[in-house]
């Protein structure tokens, strides 16, 4: 079993910084992607940011310039920072990762999608 925990969110104003950082945790070969979502009230959730093992980036056009994803792959944990944050940033933001094991039932492997417990981020003055 794997966990996500993330850390970081909290009230900001509009034009301030916040930094999210996720740790994954348990038994696994390897993390593929990781990345981070969102989900506003009301609305569904959307991707914000992704990583490769290998560090390539993927950014939704709304964070482009704004938004920096990065990872430690020692550690296991991806981080975003957020900067020149708007009201309409104000969501909960989900890590998930792409996990890939060796199935104890098949000893193939396998990849397991896996997500973070969500941290509000609120942007308002």
């Known amino acids: 079993q794997v966990q996500l925990v993330e850390s970081g969110g909290g009230l900001v104003q509009p034009g301030g910084s916040l930094r999210l950082s996720c740790a994954a945790s348990?038994?696994?070969?390897?993390?593929?992607?990781m990345g981070w979502y969102r989900q506003a009230p009301g609305k569904q959730r959307e991707l914000v940011a992704d990583?490769?093992?290998?560090?390539?980036?993927h950014y939704a056009d709304s964070v482009k310039g704004r938004f920096t994803i990065s990872r430690d792959n020692a550690q296991n944990t991806v981080y975003l920072i957020m900067s020149s944050l708007k009201p309409e940033d104000t969501a909960v933001y989900y890590c998930?990762?792409?996990?890939?094991?060796?199935?104890?039932?098949?000893?193939?492997?396998?990849?397991?999608?896996?997500w973070g417990q969500g941290t509000q981020v609120t942007v308002s003055s």
């Open positions: 998930h990762a792409d996990v890939g094991d060796y199935s104890s039932v098949t000893s193939y492997y396998e990849r397991y999608d896996y």
């Open positions: 348990g038994s696994f070969f390897n993390i593929n992607g």
């Open positions: 990583i490769t093992s290998d560090d390539s980036t």
